[in-house]
Nanobody
Framework: QVQLVESGGGLVQAGGSLTLSCAASGSIFSIRTMGWYRQAPGKQRDLVARITIVGMTNYADSVKGRFTISRDNAKNTVSLQMNSLKPEDTAVYYC????????WGQGTQVTVSS
């Protein structure tokens, strides 16, 4: 059974940094591209960063140059380093495969104050 557990969110001032972590259980991690998604209040959930099993990355234009995704295949974890945070980065952040599975974890709240 797949489990995804996100952590590391919090409240930070604009310009600050946070690092999110996702622990994945089950067999999917080692064979799938993983991604970080976010959902702001009243908006759809969007993919912001993805990483293949060999470490190739891709970012949404809105976070390019500020966010860095990484993964540790031995530990089944994927991380998101977020720098130069902006108020518009405020959202609940989730990890999932790309394309996403039907199962979602609870996510972690990131709030950026101006």
């Amino acid at each position: 059974q797949v489990q995804l557990v996100e952590s590391g969110g919090g409240l930070v001032q604009a310009g600050g940094s946070l690092t999110l972590s996702c622990a994945a259980s089950g067999s999917i991690f080692s064979i799938r591209t993983m991604g970080w998604y976010r959902q702001a209040p009243g908006k759809q959930r969007d993919l912001v960063a993805r990483i293949t099993i060999v470490g190739m990355t891709n970012y949404a234009d809105s976070v390019k140059g500020r966010f860095t995704i990484s993964r540790d295949n031995a530990k089944n974890t994927v991380s998101l380093q977020m720098n130069s945070l902006k108020p518009e980065d405020t959202a609940v952040y989730y990890c999932n495969t790309v394309p996403e599975m039907a199962y979602w974890g609870q996510g972690t709240q990131v709030t950026v104050s101006s």
